[in-house]
């Protein structure tokens, strides 16, 4: 279970982390992306440091999203690339976001494996749902990329999109040696978020009273009580 803090501000990020800290979540994200002090990266990892040392043993995942992939975060020059590795040199962070998509993808991936740094290639489309097949060659181009996890978010238009997400997910478990987080977005994908885990995605994206990072994500509470229900095994 992950939970995004989005918050753009220092106070209010302090206070949802120490509220995640109290909570049962697995592992925080931070939405660097949404933090006010994005393109200043001394405060980004003083503010990362900050945040580790709230949420105590729970892994920090960082991820600074692109406007491209669903942000309004248009890094300037190699800002995208130097966020994250000033972020992994600092020893501040437990996991790094990676775009796989990104032009930079490969001087992203050298940084974070310079500081031992793991990385979840990820990949977001907010306009529709590509094919299963489609779905589950980018998540093993990105195991082929040496990402230690694969992620794909996509947006369903109707029932079988979220029939292919998982469709996918079970193909790629099978095939892929990576671990794998999937998600359909959007009220229509709920049944991904709540179920996933049952096709062979690893993790998912819940929210603790913010509000979330992505369309569809439900309460940390109510996904616990159905991934108990299924079976919760992660
Ligand atoms: O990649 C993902 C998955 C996500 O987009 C979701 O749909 O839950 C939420 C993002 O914050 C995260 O980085």
């Known amino acids: 279970m ?7 501000h ?4 302090i206070a949802s982390a120490k509220r995640i800290a ?3 979540t697995d592992m925080v994200e931070w939405r660097v992306d949404r933090y006010a002090s994005r393109d200043d990266h001394t405060k980004v990892v003083a503010m990362a440091a900050r945040i580790h040392e709230i949420i105590g043993e729970r892994p920090l995942l960082f991820t600074p999203r692109t406007k491209h992939e669903g ?8 800002s995208y690339r130097d966020i994250i590795a000033d972020a992994c040199a600092s020893g501040t962070v437990d996991m790094v976001d990676v ?8 001087r992203c991936f050298e940084a974070a494996r310079a500081h031992r740094v793991p990385i ?11 094919s299963a097949t ?3 060659d980018g998540l093993d181009a990105m195991a082929s990329l040496g990402a230690d996890i694969a992620k794909m978010a996509v ?11 998982l469709e996918a997910t079970a193909v790629a478990a099978q095939t892929i040696r990576v671990p794998l987080i999937t998600m359909s977005m959007g009220p229509l994908g709920v049944i991904s978020r709540l179920a996933g885990q049952v096709f062979g995605s690893c993790a998912t994206f819940a929210t603790l009273g913010g509000e979330g990072s992505a369309p569809g994500q439900l309460p940390l509470d109510e996904v616990l009580a159905v991934m108990d229900l299924l079976g919760r095994d992660l």
């Open 22 to 24: 109290a909570s049962r």
């Open 2 to 8: 992950i939970v995004p803090l989005t918050d753009a």
């Open 155 to 165: 947006m369903p238009r109707k029932p079988a999109d979220v029939a292919a997400l």
């Open 10 to 13: 220092d106070s209010s990020l």
């Open 134 to 136: 489609a779905i589950a």
């Open 99 to 106: 775009q796989y998509l990104n032009p930079a993808v490969k």
């Open 120 to 130: 979840i290639a990820s990949n977001h489309d907010f306009n529709g749902t590509p």
């Open 71 to 78: 942000s309004d975060w248009n890094p300037p020059g190699d």
